[in-house]
């Protein structure tokens, strides 16, 4: 095997090293926060701020132990930056149709800066979305949004966008909330619009949970 296969072979392994580890972040991210549900529906706020902090370190000890499993294989070529660039092209192709492709993109770039003790910018080497050889996709707007639309009143589509969110405790009190809500939106619509038209509202899917909050 001569200099140059070796160098593409141990790029392709780079690459697939390092988006065995950002699949790995997903996966654990995803596992912690859907614990925040419950955490918030039984007042697990102790459990909550744990989850918290572990999640905010997530990704640093995800990308470190992806630098220490791939600097050995990097130690074994003699072009450094050539073997990283087709494990950067490799790596590019790869996560072309993720739907996570931006968080993707940053992941790779960690584990580049910590590889090469990069300050500031190395586009030689970092992941950019600039060129002509592959183009993100953007994430389908349905996986993203509801529309809920206004059909009577403005206190009815509100307290339908609130109970297309399940929680596994009641609401204390739906109709109330419905109302106060409705009631801030439509002073907002008079004072802004001089009018209370409104077709409906988007709304994100995912629920965010903040303290006590959500």
């Known amino acids: 095997m001569t200099s140059d296969d070796l160098s593409k072979q141990v790029g392709r392994q780079i690459g697939d090293t390092i988006l065995a580890g950002f699949v790995d972040y997903i996966a654990s991210f995803r596992k912690i926060s ?3 549900q419950r955490h918030f529906t039984q007042r697990e706020w102790t459990e909550h701020d744990a989850d ?15 630098v220490d ?7 074994g070529v003699a072009d450094r930056r050539g073997t990283w660039r087709t494990a950067r092209n490799h790596y590019k192709r790869r996560i072309a149709d993720r739907s996570d492709l931006t968080l993707a993109e940053t992941f790779f770039n960690s584990v580049t800066r910590r590889t090469f003790t990069t300050i500031g910018v190395d586009n ?3 992941l950019r979305w600039f060129g002509a050889t592959t183009v993100p996709r953007g994430e389908g707007r349905a996986e993203l949004f509801a529309t809920a639309s206004r059909v009577r009143d403005t206190s009815a ?8 969110y399940e929680f596994e ?8 909330d419905a109302r106060r809500v ?3 939106m439509d002073t907002f619509l008079i004072e802004e619009w001089d009018s209370l038209e409104a077709d409906g509202v988007d709304m994100l ?10």
């Open 205 to 214: 899917r995912p629920i965010f949970y903040r303290n006590k909050a959500a």
């Open 34 to 36: 859907r614990r925040a």
């Open 182 to 184: 409705a009631a801030r």
């Open 69 to 75: 499993r791939v600097r050995p294989l990097l130690d």
């Open 52 to 66: 918290s902090r572990q999640r905010l370190a997530l990704h640093r000890s995800c990308v470190v132990q992806a």
């Open 169 to 176: 405790a009641p609401w204390a009190d739906l109709e109330g």
């Open 124 to 126: 030689d080497v970092e």
């Open 157 to 164: 589509m509100v307290r339908q966008i609130l109970e297309s």
